[in-house]
């Protein structure tokens, strides 16, 4: 069900048996009974959310996604989530690196999905394309001042072709990266999900023009068997005349 605010904002609420459970046993349980009624390759998709671990963490610790521990882990590393910073989250669907961030201390936080994502504290999510005319305005309109990290998570939906799957992710990031260098604030920073492969040419060149340290790097908890790894692009540099 979804309802429009005051702000024409898209609220969205899940019908109540799609709703995160706060403990593992409801999950759990419900997943028990549905196994027998689902094909091999779903049968599969569940056995594997069962038995990892991140996914048994994350309904623990309450978070909408394992994905929340892929952005702690980043930070653990590269120190991105300051305290105070203005965060945008593009690709933010369910919500998971929200979370994390306004547990880190992030004074404001945008996002904008394909997918509604329910409300989470003062934070503000748009149902949209970032890259429809008007949604960046949109997203800096809601923030109310230059973001000092902006987070992409943003991936194509899999074809079954790695090549492909990589050349639509990195095209995605590179939106993200676009998005970056026109809206940082100077000495802020960028992390983008790509596709392990060799298409990342303009996406390097650009973040490497603007930012004063750029690495790859893939947390613990992304899955061995997937082809994500993420950009980190530390120390904007700032816009020309800016």
Known sequence: MSTEDESGRR?????????APVGGRTLAKKQKVRR???GKSSRQWVERQ????????AIEAGYRARAAYKLLEIDEK??????????????????????VALEKGAQAIVGVDLLPVEPLGDAVFFQGDMTEPGMPDRLMAALGAAP??????????????????HVRTVALAEEGARFAVAHLARGGDFIGKVFQGGAQGELLELLKAHFGDVRHWKPPSSRPE?????VIARGFRGRQGS
């Open 36 to 38: 027998k009624q689902l």
């Open 148 to 165: 000092g990290l902006v987070l992409s998570d943003m991936a194509a939906d899999t074809t079954g072709h790695r090549q492909t799957d």
């Open 11 to 19: 609220r969205w609420s899940p019908p109540e048996d799609a709703r």
């Open 78 to 99: 590269f120190s991105v989530l300051r305290r105070g910073v203005r965060v945008v989250d593009l690709g933010c669907a369910p919500g998971g690196w929200a979370q």
């Open 50 to 57: 069962l038995n990892d671990p991140y996914v048994r963490r």
């Open 226 to 230: 997937s082809p994500e790894t993420f």
